[in-house]
């Protein structure tokens, strides 16, 4: 009787153990499958972003020596089949800059797997033809390099890509902002709530 009750107790440690490990499994595939491989060949991930992406000196005295404004180049991968478009955002994660947003593009085709560096200023502005660079919190539709204020330390500019089940991201407009219809980072983190396929994120650094 001693015998059969602790082969029976064995048998159900292994079954609880094969639930609870097929469970976890089941846990992990479900999170991975929404990782996506984002790569820049513009600079090493978390490393410094030379001069030429910050923010140009436009003529008015206002930007950084050597700032190009030009938009660094991204490349990615993912698994996932069901993606009918990619969202863009780069923003300012130091906390003086208050979640400023240097760049946001909607509408990316599911076929893309690059931008091409400087990528930007190809594109067509106040346009609605894929892709579409909306209003960053600079005021313009394009790309706006990094110009943190001098002496505030390392800033971490966050490049953010989403790729969404629909082509319609939503309203990402930051009513907050001084800027009227600038993308924001509440708001996009809204929008894509639900709608988010896979995502990937690649962090690049700048000081003045």
């Not at 009787?1 to 639930?19: E, N, P, Q």
């Not at 800033?155 to 990402?172: A, P, R, S």
Request: charged share 20%; net charge positive; glycine share 12%.
């Amino acid at each position: 009787m001693k015998h059969r009750f602790i082969t029976l107790f064995l048998c159900a440690l292994v079954i609880v153990t094969a639930v609870a490990s097929a469970s976890f499994a089941s846990k992990q595939t479900s999170t991975g499958s929404k990782k996506l491989t984002l790569t820049s060949t513009s600079f090493k991930r978390n490393a410094l972003m030379p001069a030429r992406f910050g923010y140009g000196d436009g003529g008015d005295g206002f930007g950084i020596a050597g700032g190009e404004n030009m938009s660094p180049q991204l490349s990615w991968k993912t698994k996932r089949t069901n993606i009918k478009s990619y969202a863009l955002l780069m923003w300012d994660k130091h906390p003086i800059a208050e979640k400023w947003v240097h760049w946001c593009v909607v509408r990316i085709p599911p076929e893309m797997t690059t931008i091409p560096e400087g990528y930007s200023t190809t594109l067509v502005l106040g346009t609605q033809t894929a892709p579409v660079q909306l209003t960053n919190t600079f005021g313009f539709h394009a790309y706006g390099g990094p110009i943190p204020p001098e002496g505030s330390g390392l800033h971490q500019y966050e490049l953010w890509l989403v790729g969404l089940n629909t082509t319609d991201i939503g309203d990402i407009t930051d009513p907050a902002s001084g800027k009227a219809g600038s993308c924001g980072v509440d708001a996009f983190k809204k929008a894509i709530k639900g709608k988010t396929v896979a995502e990937g994120k690649y962090i690049g650094k700048f000081k003045q």
